[in-house]
């Protein structure tokens, strides 16, 4: 669900926002290809399998197979230590919002995609039901459903309810898987290239397996889709996300086969929009103190404030230096020289929306620089020409005296 308003400005600057509006993003069908009834299944069996629902990407099934539907007896389990991965495709017989549900004992979970939908796994636990809820178009789309047994009982059941559906076990009727039975997933896509790093709309690119269809995701595994596209031949594959908001966001993509098997997610690119309704100033950057014997013409602060703002320092309200926050929002800057004596310094953050913040003082104490002027003697004392060129007058005052004498 995403809430959009508009929002204009006239040429005196003044702004008005419209009332926002929900618009609910429906999950695209997938393109299998040739398919059959069924699900396909990947069993697996070990002693450290508890109830909690392991990574099935570093086990190998001990027995692969198809089954009519998510059924415990498909591969003939022992009693326990044991799990399940069901894969295929869940046909859509009308666009709109589904809720998925999950009851099982021990863990289990359910992902349409690569979006995990519900979430009943954690430690081990009793029968349960957990729910989610994610809307689709028409049509089919891949479904994953992970199972494990530690001791004890062992129970499962997948139902749904949507449009013209009362909650109800999903029937075989609905299912289907790839003809081949394929259960492997595509490898984990390389990170993604943006486009820009500074834009709210920045166009990302990369590879990935041959006509898989890849994901963008705001916010990584638990974040929301917000663009999608299809490899082509050669594995290329180039998306322009939707407008992101105001700051920083963190992108990462999934490739999905034809058989519905999800990638890993690829490793963020991050992104620092600008613009948005932010109309909230960072608070007043911070300042470290000068270390001791700081008492130098060209000091360097240090200091913190909002990831990414502009950081401007000001002597007597004139700008003198400025720098930009690192992601972790510290910062550090050096002056250019000051001249002798005391300066009343004053420190901004502004953010990305032109946001300032409030100021922050600091008093710095300056030598100056070196004086043409002055020199110093051997006994480390200073005599300038002032000094000497009064000397050369009393020299030759006293000259003058000597010669009235003779």
Not at 296 to 310: C, I, K, R, V
């Amino acid at each position: 669900m995403h809430a959009l308003h508009a929002r204009a400005t006239n040429s005196n600057g003044e702004q008005a926002s419209s009332s926002p509006v929900n618009v609910n993003v429906r999950r695209p069908a997938d393109n299998p290809g040739s398919t059959v009834p069924g699900v396909s299944y990947g069993y697996y069996e070990n002693a450290a399998i508890n109830g909690e629902l392991p990574d099935f990407a570093t086990l190998t099934p001990l027995r692969s197979g198809s089954a009519t539907s998510f059924d415990l007896a498909a591969a003939g389990p022992r009693a326990d230590n044991f799990a399940y991965r069901f894969t295929g495709f869940i046909t859509v017989a009308t666009a709109g919002s589904y809720t998925f549900f999950t009851s099982s004992d021990d863990g289990s979970k359910l992902y349409i995609g690569a979006d995990q939908v519900v979430d009943n796994g954690g430690p081990p636990h009793g029968d349960q039901e957990r729910s989610g809820t994610v809307s689709l178009a028409t049509g089919p789309h891949a479904i994953t459903v992970t199972y494990a047994e530690g001791t004890g009982s062992s129970t499962l059941t997948v139902q749904w309810q949507g449009p013209g559906i009362t909650k109800v076990t999903i029937p075989a009727s609905a299912l289907q898987r790839v003809a081949s039975g394929d259960t492997t997933p595509p490898a984990q896509p390389p990170r993604p290239t943006a486009s820009s790093t500074t834009s709210a709309t920045p166009t990302l690119s990369g590879t990935a397996e041959a006509g898989a269809t890849v994901r963008v995701y705001d916010g990584g595994p638990a974040g929301t889709v917000i663009a999608t596209t299809t490899a082509n031949g050669s594995g290329v594959w180039s998306v322009t996300v939707s407008t992101l908001s105001q700051g920083v966001h963190s992108l990462t993509v999934t490739a999905t086969d034809a058989a519905g098997n999800a990638s890993p997610h690829s490793l963020g690119v991050a992104i620092t929009a600008p613009g948005g309704n932010d109309t909230s100033p960072p608070s007043a950057p911070t300042i470290s103190p000068l270390p001791s014997g700081g008492n130098t013409a060209t000091p360097t602060l240090y200091g913190t404030t909002e990831p990414g703002a502009t950081v401007r320092v000001y002597d007597a309200g004139v700008l003198i230096a400025t720098t930009i926050a690192h992601g972790t929002g510290e910062w550090s800057v050096t002056l250019p020289t000051l001249n002798a004596g005391s300066h009343a310094l004053t420190v901004t953050s502004t953010d990305a929306s032109g946001n300032v913040s409030p100021s922050t003082p600091m008093t710095v104490s300056s030598p100056g620089g070196s004086t043409a002027s002055s020199s110093s003697d051997d006994n480390g004392g200073s005599c300038g020409l002032g000094a000497i060129s009064a000397a050369m007058m009393m020299m030759f005052l006293l000259g003058l005296r000597l010669r009235q004498r003779c």
